[in-house]
T-cell receptor, first 114, second 114 residues
């Protein structure tokens, strides 16, 4: 089945220690998104890629970076995680990034910062 | 500014009872509206969406939603709730010219009593 896969499902890191979260998709979609969802809050878009074009949200901290080496994979790098970065990180895809398209979400990676 | 409001943070219904989850949006043009469901520890799954045509939209798992422009609402309904419907429900609007970005409401947590 075509899907969005996130690894790992749970990640524990130490304060200030860089961490990378992974997302892959078999849908062959052009657009990949990263959302941050803190406890009991709505998902909040951090950035997205349209093919290789990177689009950062204005309020995304510099501490968050992303890479998309090919169509299938996208990575979220947190350079120096703080306690406030503990959250669920959701990867999503859509075919063309238009307003009416469905986004397909992965199961998420829950990040714990010690 | 585009925004989505879900007035009810938490709702409890008895199994077999009907359900209505409220969603109000603020948007300058014809909105593209979505309802997603998130089970504990999981990603988001699309229930249904609206962007034109019939204002009553049918979705998966027996859910439906009605778009009412005059009330800026897109409420989600189900005639008979099952215990497996217990989850977090998010209403979202597709942001205009922002690469498919979704703006989510705060979510409504649904509990189902036996």
């Amino acid at each position: 089945d075509a899907m969005v896969i996130q690894n790992p499902r749970y990640q524990v890191t130490q304060f200030g220690k860089p961490v990378t979260l992974s997302c892959s998709q078999t849908l062959n979609h052009n657009v990949m998104y990263w959302y941050q969802q803190k406890s009991s809050q709505a998902p909040k878009l951090l950035f997205h890629y349209y093919d290789k074009d990177f689009n950062n949200e204005a309020d995304t901290p510099d501490n968050f970076q992303s890479r998309r080496p090919n169509t299938s994979f996208c990575f979220l790098d947190i350079r120096s995680p703080g306690l406030g970065d503990a959250a669920m990180y959701l990867c999503a895809t859509s075919k063309s990034g238009t307003q009416q398209e469905t986004q397909y979400f992965g199961p998420g990676t829950r990040l714990l910062v010690l | 500014a585009q925004s989505v409001t879900q007035p009810d943070i938490h709702i409890t219904v008895s199994e077999g009872a009907s359900l209505e989850l409220r969603c109000n949006y603020s948007y300058g043009a014809t909105p593209y509206l979505f309802w997603y469901v998130q089970s504990p520890g999981q990603g988001l799954q699309l229930l249904l969406k609206y962007f034109s045509g019939d204002t009553l939209v049918q979705g998966i798992k027996g859910f439906e939603a009605e778009f009412k422009r005059s009330q800026s609402s897109f409420n989600l309904r189900k005639p008979s709730v099952h215990w497996s419907d217990a989850a977090e429900y998010f209403c979202a609007v597709g942001a205009l010219n922002q690469g498919g970005k979704l703006i989510f409401g705060q979510g409504t947590e649904l509990s189902v009593k036996p």
